[in-house]
């Protein structure tokens, strides 16, 4: 057999094995003394990144529903923040304590889904359209 199909088979078993991720919601509070929680996106913990999503300016609609006033500018640096913050952390839990902390925008409690490498992006897409999507 030659290497390229070694390699090509090699990668495949390598994509097709299931690996726990973990996430929190990125929750929003625009009147922290109504307490009123929008989940606006997800942060999923990478080894090496934050990958997170965020609400499009389309689907900002289901916040102005409970803070019309609020400006999508609030989150706008939310992924330079967080990398920021979590620049010198590696555990996924000690990631996810330092992001809960913010009074307005924080991330929820972690939570664990398994996807592929191949499958990842549905699998999330359909977990944000679970928990957050208007």
């Known amino acids: 057999m030659n290497a390229s199909r070694t390699n090509n088979k090699r990668a495949a078993r390598q994509t097709s094995l299931e690996t726990d991720h973990f996430y929190s919601v990125i929750r929003l ?6 307490g009123e929680v929008v ?6 913990y ?3 990144q934050l990958d997170i999503r965020l609400l499009s300016e389309r689907e900002w609609v289901k916040v102005h529903a409970v803070a019309p006033l609020l400006d999508r500018s609030l989150v706008d ?4 923040v967080w990398d920021h913050t979590c620049f010198h952390i590696q ?9 809960e902390v913010s ?3 924080y991330a929820s409690k ?3 889904f398994v996807a592929t490498e191949l499958s990842y992006e549905h699998d999330l897409d359909a977990l944000f359209r679970e928990l957050v999507a208007p």
């Open 103 to 105: 009074p307005d925008v």
């Open 29 to 34: 509070v625009p009147n922290v003394r109504r």
């Open 91 to 99: 555990a996924p839990q000690e990631r996810q304590m330092a992001l």
């Open 39 to 44: 989940n606006i996106g997800i942060v999923v």
């Open 46 to 48: 990478k080894p090496d």
């Open 110 to 112: 972690m939570y664990t």
């Open 77 to 80: 640096n939310l992924q330079a």
